[in-house]
């Protein structure tokens, strides 16, 4: 299965939306997407997507760093498998990462190329690409919760969400304790008998208002508690933060590197392990890093907010690891999601159909997402 590259192309989109997504650092007025096909000296092709969904215009950096650094380096030699490709491509660009203050948009662009290099594996053995990891046994659906929702129109959102087949979901706290009481007390009391329903402080806590928040919120009967502190504070916070807890606590977006998950999933503070695959480590860390955290007892759940390229890498890949984690399906407006990934799945009684078509299963429809192109680029490999 070597992975001779001759060809990436890179798509750079964006869409402005009514409803921003609102966290506690910030907004998302507008929705990025970066994709990336690749092509080998065969003809058979794949698709990626870089994560880029905050700042607002980080994605313009990492089209330029694909063009001009990675696509190159990916370009330049062969490969025995994804895998190779991702850690000899990371090692390649190391110190050019260093050098250049910028190891988070090298380990996304790099984990978007990998996503591209497993799906066009997958397709070419004719295989979904969750079959080519775990083998034909594997599950053909993932359980998924409806995520994005924002506090002041959390309860009609949960409707529409609830009409539209989920049967789980997440809503963004750490607006103020009176609000994210307020929030969440609303919504437990309108969650109908088998529902679930998660909160994301997205880090918007210090300690001591974690410490009073994950008591108050956790008495509500969640699933979990995500990011309550910042990803980077020290694990003695995370440990007794855990402790209070009446719930799980979760984490893994903003965490890179095998190292730190190793860390994480040993320390047991978070008992939800949620990954960005496109952020770091592509299908290949993430894989990886799932099967660890499901050995080691915790759930797997991976982190998306993006197109509908990396939902599907994310679905994939968890119905691969396996266990009883759920997906994240981003539901506010995105018009970029559906139409970068047809034939869209949909969710039903809380679980998401995976496709039967191989590698990622979908394609994106260009002509429908061509309103929202912002730059479209090509590189070939020079004849070797
Ligand atoms: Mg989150």
């Known amino acids: 299965m070597t992975v001779r590259i001759a060809r990436i192309e890179t798509f750079l989109y964006r869409a402005d939306v009514k409803e921003p997504v609102k966290m506690s650092f910030g907004t998302m007025p507008r929705r990025s997407a970066l994709l990336l096909r690749v092509e080998d000296r065969d003809g058979a092709h794949g698709w990626g997507e870089v994560w880029c969904n905050f700042p607002p215009y980080g994605a313009d950096n990492k089209v330029r760093l694909l063009e001009t650094v990675i696509a190159p380096a990916a370009m330049a030699g062969s490969f025995a498998d994804p895998p190779e490709a991702w850690q000899a491509i990371t090692e390649r660009t190391a110190r050019w990462a260093i050098q250049g203050g910028e190891p988070g948009p090298f380990a996304a662009c790099i984990a978007g190329l990998d996503l591209a290099l497993w799906d066009m594996a997958a397709r070419r053995i004719g295989k979904p690409l969750r079959a080519l990891l775990a083998g034909d046994a594997v599950r ?24 539209a087949g989920f049967r789980a979901f997440k809503v963004k706290v750490a607006f103020g304790p009176d609000m994210d009481n307020a929030v969440v007390s609303d919504l437990a009391r309108h969650r109908r008998l088998g529902e679930r329903l998660m909160v994301d402080a997205n880090q918007g806590w210090d300690l001591a208002a974690a410490r009073r928040a994950v008591r108050n919120l956790g008495a509500y009967g969640l699933d979990w508690i995500e990011e ?87 679905a994939q890949v968890l119905a691969a690891v396996g266990g009883p984690g759920l997906l994240e399906h981003d539901m506010m407006e995105n018009p970029l999601r559906e139409a970068l990934a047809q034939p869209f799945p949909r969710v039903s009684d809380g679980v998401f159909p995976l496709p039967g078509a191989p590698g990622l299963g979908v394609e994106p429809d260009l002509d429908r997402a061509a309103p929202w192109l912002l730059a479209h680029a090509e590189h070939r490999a020079t004849a070797a």
């Not at 919760?145 to 129109?153: F, K």
């Not at 965490?255 to 960005?276: S, T, W």
Request: with cysteine; hydrophobic share 45%.
């Open 228 to 314: 309550p502190i910042p990803a980077d504070r020290p694990a003695t916070e995370w440990a007794e933060l855990a402790m209070l807890s009446p719930v799980p606590l979760a984490g893994g977006e903003n965490v890179m590197g095998y190292e730190a998950f190793a860390a994480l999933i040993a320390n047991g503070h978070h008992g939800v392990v949620q990954p960005d695959m496109l952020k770091w480590g592509g299908v290949t860390g993430a894989f990886a890093v799932g099967r660890r955290a499901v050995a080691a007892g915790r759930s797997y759940c991976p982190h998306w907010l993006g197109g509908g390229l990396g939902l599907l890498a994310a």
């Open 140 to 163: 053909d659906a993932v359980p998924a919760y409806a995520s994005g929702l924002n506090p002041d129109t959390a309860l009609p959102t949960v409707e529409r969400c609830r009409e």
